[in-house]
């Protein structure tokens, strides 16, 4: 990888080996090497100068100086570019995820802790009370048939453990089941749970569905819907 990393930075690779190194790139890889090649502020006029003017002097210096090939600059702007924007917009949606989101309270079932010869429904409730959400899904998995409470905070405790595209299957299911008292909760974390995946194109409709009505999550949904 450094091999391959000091030809890309001097322009040596060839244009197959060039797009197969660029297609192996994380995130931070992308960042790492747009700033190397001295990308600031994504304007690549302003790029080539300020880039031109600090190789003038490391060869002013005696310094070794990495050869640069011009089209690399450009190829590194639109990096630095896709990468940068990319690592804005999913910071964005994660806070917005954080400022929104917090675990629905536990109306369903409740026992005393400690409580002894409890059945694996209220294993699992107990469980999601004490934020044991691992062992609340694994009581939850020992039911024979799950209801659509019990679905939805399965779902919950899915979301917790950052599990979120079982989460959505699990909140889906919630809705397909129709029930009353759980269906405006489903739909409202299915939206936060598209707001986490940076799915804002799922999630809107899905906000504009719960907006009217007086209840908190109306209000919450019309607050989010404004600010993706």
Known sequence: MDEA???YLQGKLTEVERKTFEENLSLEEQQELAFELGIRDGIESKVR???RTKVESFEKKARPVRKINPTYIGIAAS???V???AFFLTRQEESLFSEYYKPYPNYELTSVRGEQNINGREKAYQAYDEGEYEAAITAFGTLNSLSAPDYFFRGICLIEMNKEALALTDMEQVLRMKDEDYSEAATWYTALIYVKMNDS???IPL????????SEIAANSKKLRSEL
């Not at 906000?207 to 007086?214: D, M, T």
């Open 5 to 7: 990393r000091e030809k």
């Open 49 to 51: 100068l300020e880039l």
């Open 207 to 214: 906000l504009e569905s719960l907006e009217s009505g007086s």
């Open 79 to 81: 990096l630095f570019l």
């Open 201 to 203: 194109k799922s999630a």
């Open 83 to 85: 990468a940068s924007v």
